[in-house]
């Protein structure tokens, strides 16, 4: 067992290296012999994928080496694929050697490597790779006409996204030297902001048991609940998850997540105080220009007014206790919260 | 060797033109031509793959100087590397053309070139937006990781924006416009083999617009009804009745593959061609009368076509069981009236034939009287003048062969009735059977013959000799050609006599040998005793000693020939 995990913590070198610009030191030999690695531990997979004390020491060992990165092996299912993973990692890869970039190109001729009866070769795989990605492509014109975007919610991206997130999150939490919090905030540095929170957000919608890459009975749920607790830790993250989503999008979360909910309704309220009524212009203005404007304000709490039971009683009770502590006024211009409550209600009829 | 190459160099530039075609724009127009040209366009691929890979670099690019820009427009055409295969035979053309000793600089730009179109097929999908393929590599994930999560949830959501549209009636904001399914459908052609579409497919097929027309193309439902045919993809039977509802051309493609697999040299046994039958979904599609109707009318075809031949014959009635099977099987709200399955005949005649007898062990009563039934029914639509041509007599024979076990119950029938039971109405239905065209005299006559031979057949008082039993039947039959269905007819009442009597069995093994002199009648016995075999199976009937001895005269008998 021992000599295989070895083997296993080398590989995932290996491949962690095959990013890097120290592959310009391969040459075409050290390529085939990654290669021939890489099938062999494909090999074990197949044949021990049922063995149930061989696959969870070899996964127990992944989740010691696991890195923030994902760099490397990081599942058991992750060895089967581990020669295409090398394969396409070199091919992207500029600083690789011509002979050794021949000695990679060539091996997607057929019979190139050993032959595996059972499975399919690795020229195989790479050119149904091919195949599905000009499905992707032809699917993206036929799907949306004039590049339209479908709804965010429904968009098949960002939710093949969102169950990958999900998925990184069981496995940070899983490894030893895990810190998913840590985790999810060096994603959050690092990424395209808007797209981080809508990603997270379709995360967040997802029924508990579909998580990409689950491989045994988990606590459903449980990745969900990470999230939602490090958002909550994380103000500026939350104001940004809050201000910047389609506000339909961020009703269907707080009626999925109590906490988030009431974090959600406590940041408007927030909000809402620092506006004040402007007599000139005759609307509610904020003092500086990050402040939320009233019509977003509305905007957001329309949205939440029509949600289903649980989230709109809560959203009533909080706008009459404000009304309430700001006076308690029926007449409109002299509490945002009367205000508020009566532009609802008038949109209702 | 070298004409090949030259017959492969002028391909060469005919694709290159058509793929510069291809290239100039990107309407319908050149995606259903492109789609039209899919498999040839592989086959040149691979034929290209056959030739290059013999051949050095200096070589290739003597003898085929445009390969390089024709590999170069393939990666960029969506659909062929969509379909099928080509992406593999492309992929292998490519690394043949690499200069495995590069001499100079050229050589090295020729080989990175390569390495630029190959990671271009096999790269990271770029979406529109940037970010996406980024965050997806920032999270660590590589496209072998989740193209095919990503390629099932664009299925998925497509799929259900395709029931959504179906349901959504009038509400037009929420359905797909006609054009965009229409499109959809093209699309899909080059990829009907791909496992991951099949939900998609299957939508497809089962997604029915509000416009009166056809909304989805063509070689959509070619491409398949193809890959159905060829059993690269599997679909529930809804899907592929919907198909062949909707694009007469496959159901008729279907109806052939069928035949040609039923009748070929083999001379397969009724078990097999029950197998094949059921597999095919034509059974269960055509409880849908509109299919039944098409299938029907190719039987009917091939049927007049062959003169009757015994293997379409059998065809038909194997069909028509798991037919009734089928529909027995099926919903009981959408059961149809069975005379729209079969309008040129009275429906009283279909109802009684469609009685069939589950259990045959005792020939009850019931069955004796539903023969006369079938019988006097039968007669009064073919003689009776008063009627004149309400009916044509073809089809009343047509209708009754589906169901061909009734002649021969009548024939068994025939043979185990001890009393004086009135026959002539069993001698005609089979008189009718084998010989439909006759005139009602020369009907007669047969029945006379026939009669004849029942009574010698089971008359107690000497037991027959195989030698006796010959020379009888043969005065049944004249040296005029005219009789030989009448010998065929004759010959099944023989061996259902050796079958069911305790005389007949003790004399069938040489009878038999007498009667087989040629290798057609050899066969004809060898069908008889298959399909016999076939009905007692189904029936379950309880006759051991006449079916042990069926499978032995069977199996001696197909060991001959």
Redesign the interface.
């Known amino acids: 067992m021992e000599p295989l995990l070895q083997q296993l913590e080398r590989f995932s070198e290996v491949l962690s290296v095959s990013g890097t610009a120290h592959v310009s030191t391969w040459g075409p030999e050290t390529v085939r012999r990654a290669l021939d690695w890489a099938r062999y531990l494909r090999h074990v997979a197949r044949r021990f994928g049922g063995h149930a004390r061989i696959r969870s020491a070899v996964e127990r060992r992944l989740r010691s080496l696991w890195g923030p990165?994902?760099?490397g092996l990081?599942s058991f299912q992750?060895l089967g694929?581990g020669d295409?993973?090398l394969f396409?990692?070199l091919?992207?890869n500029r600083a690789l050697g011509?002979a050794a970039?021949?000695a990679l190109?060539?091996q997607?001729?057929?019979g190139a490597g050993p032959r595996d009866a059972d499975a399919e070769e690795l020229?195989?795989?790479?050119?149904r790779?091919?195949?599905?990605?000009?499905?992707?492509?032809?699917?993206?014109?036929?799907?949306s006409?004039g590049?339209e975007?479908?709804a965010l919610a429904?968009?098949?991206?960002l939710?093949?996204?969102a169950?990958?997130?999900l998925g990184?999150l069981r496995e940070a939490r899983e490894a030893e030297a895990g810190d998913p919090g840590g985790w999810l905030g060096r994603?959050w540095t690092?990424?395209?902001r808007d797209?981080?929170l809508q990603?997270a957000a379709v995360a967040l919608l997802q029924p508990l048991e579909k998580e990409?890459g689950a491989s045994g009975p988990e606590t459903p749920g449980e990745e969900s609940q990470l999230l939602v607790r490090w958002l909550l830790e994380q103000s500026e993250v939350l104001a940004a998850f809050c201000r910047h989503l389609p506000a339909e999008l961020l009703t269907s979360v707080a009626g999925r997540h109590p906490a988030l909910s009431r974090a959600y309704l406590g940041l408007l309220t927030d909000w809402g105080a620092r506006l004040h009524y402007d007599l000139q212009k005759g609307t509610w203005v904020g003092a500086e220009s990050q402040d939320v404007p009233w019509e977003e304000l509305l905007l957001k709490f329309r949205s939440l007014w029509h949600a289903p039971p649980p989230l709109q009683e809560e959203v009533l009770a909080a706008l009459e206790s404000s009304r309430a502590r700001g006076g308690d006024f029926e007449v409109p211009g002299l509490s945002v919260w009367t205000d508020l409550l009566l532009a609802l209600r008038r949109g209702e009829r | 060797m070298d004409q090949d190459f030259v017959g492969l160099a002028s391909d060469c530039q005919y694709w290159l033109q058509k793929l510069s075609a291809w290239d100039q724009s990107s309407t319908l127009e050149t995606q259903k031509d492109t789609c039209l040209y899919l498999p040839q366009f592989q086959e040149f691929l691979r034929q290209m793959y056959e030739a290059l890979k013999e051949m050095d670099s200096n070589t290739v690019m003597e003898r085929f100087p445009t390969i390089g820009q024709l590999l170069a427009k393939t990666c960029s055409n969506q659909f062929i590397l969509a379909y099928d295969e080509s992406q593999k035979f492309l992929i292998w053309c490519l690394c043949c053309l690499i200069n495995k000793e590069p001499q100079n600089s050229g050589d090295s730009k020729l080989n990175s070139w390569i390495w630029g179109l190959l990671s271009h097929i096999l790269s990271t999908f770029r979406f529109d937006i940037k970010e996406i393929g980024l965050f997806s590599q920032g999270l660590g994930y590589e496209p072998v990781d989740y193209y095919p999560a990503l390629l099932k949830n664009v299925v998925l959501s497509l799929v259900s924006k395709l029931r959504e549209s179906h349901l959504n009636g009038f509400n037009t904001q929420r359905r797909m416009a006609p054009e965009r399914v229409a499109s959809l459908s093209q699309v899909c052609v080059p990829l009907v083999t791909l496992p991951d579409f099949e939900p998609l497919v299957e939508g497809m097929l089962t997604y029915h617009g509000h416009e009166p027309q056809e909304v989805l193309c063509p070689a959509f439902f070619e491409a398949v009804n193809e890959a159905f045919l060829l059993k690269k993809i599997s679909l529930p039977t809804p899907a592929v009745v919907s198909l062949w509802l909707r694009h007469f051309p496959s159901l008729e493609k279907a109806m052939l593959h069928l035949f040609a697999k039923l009748i070929s040299r083999e001379r397969n046994s009724l078990r097999r061609i029950e197998c094949f039958i059921k597999d095919s979904l034509l059974p269960q599609a055509a409880c849908h009368p509109a299919i039944f109707r098409v299938v029907d009318e190719m039987f009917r075809c091939a049927l007049l076509e062959t003169d009757g031949a015994p293997e379409v014959l059998a065809a038909t009635q194997v069909f028509t069981h798991c037919f009734v099977e089928a529909l027995e099987k099926e919903n009981k709200q959408l059961r149809f009236a069975f005379k729209t399955y079969f309008p040129y005949t009275s429906p009283s005649l279909a109802t009684v034939l469609l009685q069939h007898p589950k259990d045959t062990s005792q020939l009850s009563c019931r069955h004796f009287w539903l023969l006369q039934r079938i019988s006097q029914m039968l007669r009064e639509a073919v003689e009776d003048q008063a009627c004149g041509s309400c009916v044509d007599p073809f089809e009343s024979w047509f209708l009754f062969i589906h169901f061909g076990s009734w002649a021969d119950m009548a024939a068994e029938q025939l043979l185990r009735s001890e009393t004086e039971a009135p026959v002539a109405a069993l001698l005609w239905l089979l008189a009718f059977y084998y010989r439909p065209l006759d005139s009602s005299q020369q009907r007669a006559q047969t029945m006379v013959v026939l009669s004849r031979l029942q009574l010698l057949m089971l008359s107690r008082s000497t037991p027959l000799s195989a030698k006796e039993l010959q020379a009888a039947t043969g005065e049944g039959s004249n040296a005029d050609p005219t009789q030989s269905v009448c010998g065929q007819l004759i010959r099944h009442l023989f061996l259902n006599f050796l079958l069911w009597t305790p005389g007949g069995r003790t004399i069938a093994r040489e009878a038999i040998t007498l009667m087989a002199c040629t290798d057609e009648i050899t066969y004809e016995i060898i069908g008889f005793l298959d399909q016999t075999l076939y009905r007692w199976d189904y029936l379950c009937s309880e006759a051991p000693r006449s079916a042990k001895l069926a499978r032995e005269l069977l199996q001696e008998l197909q060991a001959q020939v």
């Not at chain 1, 429904?154 to 991206?157: I, L, T």
């Open positions: 990165e994902g760099r990081t992750a694929r295409v993973q396409l990692s091919l992207r011509e970039g021949r190109l060539l997607l001729l057929p020229q195989a795989r790479l050119a790779l091919a195949r599905y990605r000009a499905a992707l492509l032809l699917l993206r014109e036929a799907g006409p590049g975007r479908p429904e968009d098949p991206v939710l093949t996204q169950q990958l997130l990184r994603v690092r990424a395209p797209h981080f990603v990409l």
